[in-house]
């Protein structure tokens, strides 16, 4: 944004020293108003099925505010009625269920303080499965990278709008790392014994080498979307889905090794989509020349009592198509070298462990192993010490050393 | 006196005594003889001796060749001085000539107090004598200003002629340093209805009543002329003007001071291009529309916003007019600059209250812009040097007093600059601009006259590296004037403008696009006026257009590319209006100005249009049916009568109050969905899913001239409703969109106001005070909750600014330097806040506040221009003028814009502004 502005003021400037500036800005925030916020999609899979509720916060409040002591329960034109309990952050059903075709499913709310809410009703919509995903080395952009992209058919043409959400999970293997790791170990004072001719020693501490004691060479990092994925067929003779959900450049450290993408493919009716686009566009900031009109939107959610109040969310009932794919980086790019690490400067430090003047160091490196700003890779045993920071020789420090029950190497 | 007559009697008895000796006839023979030449064929031929002032006869063209035999003299002399304003009295063999006035053998009957012998009307059908003389040289004396050592006499005086009221004085007022003719000077008799404008070819025709009546001119770009005159007849008066290049007299923008005498049209506004060269500018760019935003209601939403808003319009709400045709975008750079040439400009008139009849196709305001005609007997021209672009106008006469060509160009040389930079990503910026323009006008002979005008412009800009946004204005104009007789005139005009822009993304990818939208519109247009009766002047035309819009179409540069090319179907539609209209004086005091225009569009074939079902809202969801239509087949019709009525009344001679009416309808619609007009925009047409927008305004007015006419004060005030007027669901998609019904709302517009201006035209201090009070509402109602905004109530529209003033100053140090400012001060415009966050899947994400709910911060700013005339000799190569000014020099940081971005879970507001510290500039301008 500020480059952008820079480069207009300069266009505009030239030989004429003008400015032209962005700065934040202090806006009185007085007329604060709390709204519901409703989150819900029921799939076509059977399970526990979610919904979650909170209020509208404050700009300046961290977190959000749940819903709490409300009753939740979905409804179909069938007479089903599925009852919904509070579970920590979220509601869930209490009995596992799944959106059957063509029937129509309502959600409802009664607050605590006694308010009732409605949605629209929906129907299942086309069950379209993922054919494949596939991960193919590409430029894209002027960029080389792992394109993936999802495929999918549906013959009869009435899938047309589509939602997103990939969970990646990735090896990350430490670049140096040693089977041994060093800790602070401190001693008593031993009294003097002058029957042993023992002048006696003052307590202290000592470095100590020791072989570790669990995984930290080998880690497993998972991380979910966070953008809205959106994507539609509209402009397509037929339901062909070639949509590159992801790409990831070959100079992203979480491909080094192996990698893993799990795609869930949600099927979206028109209102649903354009609620989510709507969400997504007003996100996403505009041009400071063109910026964007926003606004305040309405989903298909209403207050029973009042009509016009604001309602947050939509209630969806989707179909919902997965897959997982793996791929090793040495598959995609050949002979090609790693991408650089997650920590870039793994460079090995010594330090003398000695009093005195430099090279000794002996209390910046104690203070470093204690508080674990390095970790050992190697020593001499003769008072000197290789050391890196902790990204580059413990990958706990940064993932998970847990395998991840699906992964498969 | 006795003896005066006496003598006088003495002489005409003397005539018939020596008629009898002296033969009165003669035998003479002119070939190709003036009038000169024709007295010394007389006098050669017989015994009559000729009296008279030689310079009379400098400028003779009179021509006679006839033969005479035996002729009486009278007889003879009547046919030389035929069609000229001389007169003879034949004494003997004396011949006195005197031009304009006769000499009398008798006086009239009242010379002695007896009442004086009057016509059927009233009117007195006395010999105008040189008694008045006298009165006046007595008057004047006491006035010594006033300079009435010559006085000019008028017509040819006519024995016992039965006197009208008025007598017709036209002539030409010329002018400048070249003598050129020069338009739009006023020419009238002071503290007096009596008063014409010149037009383009300088020629002006005032009715003023017989006898010593004092003339002057008013223009705002030449000195004022005095002329004492005798009128006796039917006559022309040529006057010269001088330039007051060299003066630095006023700042000079008016609300034409002779339509706002005449007219009864409300908000109506003139800026003269030549006469805002003092008020300063940012980057010293002499620029009319700019200025024509300090005018009250006339409103931009920010700095560096390319639209108008006048009296609570949208921005695609205004018809701009350049020579008659449609200019799409009169901007350079977001507004930034105006895509005028300053030297070409010669005018704009702003009608933003009642339009006249023959303007039509848009709701809010109609910018007649007009450039200048060529100097069909001198070589001549214009220009300025600034610190980003640079202009140029030169004209010069094609065929010597009949044709002239006018060449105008501008340039900015940033392209230039950006280039020789050392930063790499500025060195692949560019931004560059210019606009170019031809005027050619050729005068066929008294009755036909051609004139065209070819105007190009074109923008190129980047913001990001990787995308060049391209667009351009284009204009052609052919217009061919004719007189069919003293009361019928007529114009035939063809016009077609195009408009496009493109945007070409160049990345190293395969995806690189080429993206492009046009409009282009041919139009024909008869314009007609009739003077059926000093009380009625009648005009009335047709016109035509066809729009043929390119709505958009993108081309994948590669062939590899995933994008699927898009070619959004052309729409076609055909406007087309009858107007008639009257100016009628009732009295001197009442004047009614009514028109009516029906106006019906035609949306075109060959398209496919989808039918949604009725009482569902309109999207891809609830299409029942799509139809196809041939080529010019008629899709929809739409159409309406359109009154244009205004009337004014004198109060007293100082004081007078107008009211108006008028209704306009729109069938074009500007789609964008910024806060400001944006060059990538796109015009849409009505269809048979969005319908034509109207409006309709009712405005009053007070006008009242003090100390004489050197103050001006007026208050005006209009309420408008509008309806179908144009907004966007939240989100939506404009660009490449097949089916843009589906992201549109139509909805209610309400706005009113009250504008009061306040201005001094003369003096060492001049300029103007504007303030308005107003509002700009919007309604977007609708039985589904998607399709309403606020809640279905009224709310501010984007550029809604309740409180507007501004102070346009300038005072004249001495004859070569003067000093200028300006002060603006508006309330912030409205703005939709975040109000609060919530989380959503696994983001957070801002709830806004209703529309428009809060506002940004005010806006004020003051620029201050110091203004140094080149040296006053009158022989050097060219006049020149330097302009140094400081814009804002208050270095208030006035938001431009007020946006929040979310990032990384938190909201943050920014502020923008464009010009948040002085700005100096020095520009130098010359003319040769």
Redesign the interface.
């Known amino acids: 944004m500020k480059k952008y502005l820079y480069k207009i003021s300069l266009l505009l400037l030239l030989t004429v020293t003008i400015s032209s500036c962005t700065e934040q800005y202090v806006f009185q925030n007085t007329d604060f108003e709390s709204a519901l916020v409703v989150e819900g999609t029921i799939t076509n899979e059977l399970k526990n099925q979610t919904i979650r509720l909170s209020q509208v916060y404050q700009l300046e409040e961290s977190g959000p505010r749940l819903e709490k002591g409300a009753n939740v329960f979905v409804t179909d034109d069938k007479g089903n009625e599925y009852q919904f309990e509070e579970k920590d952050t979220i509601y869930s059903s209490i009995t596992p269920f799944r959106a059957e075709p063509g029937r129509k499913y309502q959600l409802r709310i009664k607050t605590k303080e006694g308010k009732n809410y409605t949605s629209d009703e929906q129907v299942l919509t086309t069950e379209t499965k993922i054919e494949n995903v596939t991960a193919t080395a590409e430029n894209v952009n002027g960029e080389r990278g792992v394109q993936i992209n999802v495929n999918s058919f549906d013959p009869t043409n009435t899938s047309k709008y589509y939602r997103y959400e990939y969970t990646e999970t990735y090896k990350i293997v430490a670049p140096v790392w040693s089977s041994q790791e060093t800790v602070i170990v401190s001693f008593p004072a031993i009294p003097p014994d002058p029957d042993q001719d023992f002048p006696g020693s003052p307590a202290g501490e000592d470095i100590l080498v020791r072989l570790r004691n669990r995984e930290t060479r080998t880690c497993f990092s998972t991380k979910k979307s966070n953008d809205i994925i959106l994507n539609n067929t509209n402009s397509l003779s037929e339901d062909r889905v070639h949509f590159p959900v992801r790409f990831i450049s070959n100079q992203n450290y979480i491909i080094s090794h192996r990698y893993s993408i799990f795609v869930r493919q949600y099927v979206q009716n028109l209102a649903a989509y354009t609620y989510y686009k709507t969400l997504k566009d007003l996100s996403s900031s505009g041009g400071v020349l063109s910026p964007k009109q926003p606004g305040f939107f309405y989903g298909n959610i209403k207050s029973v009592e009042n009509p016009s109040e604001k309602v947050i969310g939509f209630f969806e009932v989707s179909s919902v198509s997965s897959e997982r794919i793996f791929f090793n980086y040495a598959d995609l790019f050949p002979k090609e070298p790693l991408p650089p690490y997650y920590e870039s400067d793994c460079v090995v430090k010594d330090f003398a462990d000695c009093e005195g003047l430099p090279p000794c160091a002996r209390n910046q490196l104690r203070g470093a192993i204690k508080s674990k700003e390095l970790v050992f890779v190697s020593t001499d045993y003769n008072g000197n010490y290789g050391m890196v920071k902790p990204a580059c020789g413990d990958c706990t420090s940064f993932s998970s050393n847990i395998v991840p029950p699906f992964w498969v190497d | 006196m006795k003896k005066i007559t006496l003598i006088l009697f003495l002489f005409s008895f003397q005539q018939i005594i020596y008629s009898q000796v002296i033969s009165d006839k003669i035998t003479v023979e002119f070939k190709n003889a003036n009038i000169k030449t024709a007295i010394q064929d007389i006098e050669k031929v017989s015994y009559y001796k000729f009296y008279f002032d030689e310079k009379w006869f400098e400028n003779d063209s009179v021509s006679i060749t006839k033969q005479y035999k035996e002729v009486k003299i009278g007889e003879v002399l009547e046919d030389v001085f035929q069609n000229t304003s001389f007169n003879f009295y034949i004494s003997e063999n004396k011949v006195i000539v005197t031009n304009n006035s006769i000499i009398y053998s008798q006086l009239p009957d009242d010379y002695f107090g007896v009442p004086l012998e009057r016509d059927e009307n009233g009117q007195i059908t006395t010999p105008i004598f040189y008694q008045q003389y006298d009165s006046i040289k007595k008057t004047n004396s006491r006035n010594p200003n006033k300079n009435i050592r010559d006085l000019v006499l008028i017509g040819k005086e006519v024995k016992n002629q039965k006197k009208k009221s008025t007598y017709t004085l036209s002539g030409f007022i010329r002018g400048g340093k070249n003598n050129s003719a020069l338009a739009n000077v006023v020419v009238k008799i002071p503290n007096s209805e009596f008063s014409a404008v010149t037009d383009k070819k300088g020629f002006y025709s005032l009715q003023v009543p017989g006898g010593l009546n004092v003339v002057e001119t008013e223009s705002f770009s030449y000195n004022k002329v005095t002329k004492n005159i005798m009128v006796y007849n039917d006559g022309a008066l040529n006057l010269s003007l001088t330039d007051n290049i060299n003066q630095l007299d006023e700042v000079l923008i008016k609300t034409n001071k002779s339509k706002s005498a005449k007219s009864a049209i409300t908000g109506v506004t003139t800026i003269d291009s030549e006469g805002i060269k003092n008020v300063p500018l940012v980057?010293g760019e002499r620029d009319i529309l700019k200025v024509a935003l300090t005018m009250p209601g006339i409103k931009t939403a920010g700095e560096?916003s390319a639209g108008f808003n006048v009296r609570g319009g949208k921005e695609d709400q205004n018809l701009f007019l350049l020579d008659h045709a449609t200019l799409y975008n009169p901007s350079h750079?977001?507004g930034?600059f105006t895509a005028l040439n300053p030297y070409t400009t010669k005018k704009v008139d702003i009608y933003k209250g009642s339009i006249p009849a023959e303007f039509g196709g848009r709701l809010s305001s109609v910018f007649d812009i007009s450039s200048k005609s060529g100097n069909v007997n001198e070589f001549q021209g214009e220009g300025g040097i600034g610190?980003?672009t640079s202009n140029l106008m030169v004209s010069t006469p094609i065929v010597k007093g009949k044709s002239s060509l006018v060449a105008g160009g501008r340039a900015t040389?940033?392209d230039y600059?950006?280039k020789s930079l050392d930063d790499e990503?500025?060195k692949n910026?560019q931004?560059s601009f210019y606009d170019l323009i031809l005027k050619y006008n050729h005068k066929i002979n008294a009755n036909n006259d051609i004139e065209s005008t070819l105007y190009y412009s074109h923008d190129k800009?980047s913001?990001?590296s990787d995308s060049l946004y391209k667009y351009s204005n284009r204009l052609a104009t052919l217009k061919w004037n004719h007189t069919f007789n003293e009361k019928n005139k007529g114009s035939l005009i063809v016009t077609n403008s195009e408009y496009k822009f493109n945007i070409d993304y160049q990345?190293?990818?395969?995806?690189n696009f080429d993206f492009g939208y046009k409009i282009d519109e041919t139009q024909a247009m008869l314009k007609m006026n009739y003077l059926y009766s000093n009380k009625h002047k009648f005009s009335y035309g047709l016109s035509t257009k066809l729009y043929t819009v390119d709505p958009g179409y993108l081309s994948p540069k590669n062939p590899q590319s995933?994008l699927?090319p898009?070619d959004v179907e052309t729409e076609k539609g055909l406007e087309s209006a009858a107007y008639i209209g009257d100016n009628f004086k009732i009295s001197d005091k009442f004047l009614l100005d009514f028109g009516l225009r029906y106006s019906t569009f035609a949306a075109l074939g060959k398209s496919t249009q989808r039918i949604y079902e009725e009482n569902q809202p309109i999207?891809?969801?609830t299409v029942t049916e799509t139809k196809t239509y041939g080529n010019n087949e008629v899709i929809k019709r739409y159409g309406g009568l359109e009154p244009r009525l205004a009337a004014r009344y004198f109060l007293t001679d100082d004081f007078s109050v107008r009211a108006s009416y008028d209704k306009t309808y729109q069938y074009i619609h500007l789609l964008s969905?910024?806060?400001?007009q944006?060059p990538t925009d796109i015009w849409k047409l009505s269809d048979l899913n969005v319908k034509p927008e109207s409006a309709q305004q009712v405005s009053l007015g007070f006008y009242k001239n003090l100390k004489g006419g050197d103050i001006e004060l007026s208050l005006e005030g209009y309420y408008k409703r509008s309806k179908n007027i144009l907004d966007?669901?939240?989100?939506a998609e404009l660009l490449l969109n097949e089916n843009i019904e589906t992201e549109l709302l139509q909805g209610e517009g309400k706005a009113y106001g009250v504008e009061v201006l306040l201005k001094k035209q003369v003096g060492k201090l001049n300029g103007w005070l504007g303030y308005t009070y107003s509002r700009s509402l919007i309604k977007l109602d609708s039985q589904f909750?998607?399709e309403k905004?606020n809640?279905g109530k009224y709310f501010a529209s984007?550029f809604d600014k309740p409180h507007d003033f501004s102070a346009v100053l300038n005072y004249r140090i001495t004859k070569r330097y003067s000093f200028s400012s300006n002060f603006i001060y508006q309330t912030g415009r409205p703005i939709?806040?975040?109000?609060?966050?919530?989380?959503?899947?696994?983001?957070q994400?801002?709830?806004?506040?209703?529309?428009n709910?809060?506002r940004i911060p005010d806006y004020f700013r003051l620029d201050i221009g110091l203004n140094i005339e080149g040296n006053h000799k009158i022989k050097k190569l060219a006049h020149s003028f330097w302009n140094i000014s400081v814009y804002n020099v208050l270095g208030r940081?006035n938001?431009?814009?007020?946006?929040?971005?979310?990032d990384k879970g938190q909201?943050?507001?920014?502020?923008?502004?464009?010009?948040?510290?002085p700005?100096?500039?020095i520009t130098y301008n010359f003319k040769f």
């Not at chain 2, 969905?673 to 400001?676: A, D, G, L, R, S």
């Not at chain 2, 966007?728 to 989100?731: I, M, S």
């Open positions: 980057l560096g750079f977001f930034f610190p980003v040389y940033s600059i950006l990503n500025l910026s931004a800009f913001v990001s990345s190293e990818g395969v995806n995933t699927i898009i999207s891809d969801a969905n910024n806060t400001t944006s966007y669901k939240v989100g909750q998607q905004v809640d984007n939709t806040y975040p109000i609060g966050r919530y989380d959503y899947g696994n983001e994400y801002t709830v806004y506040s209703d529309r709910k809060f940081n938001p431009y814009s007020v946006f929040f971005v979310t909201i943050k507001a920014y502020k923008t502004s464009i010009f948040s510290i700005i100096p500039s």
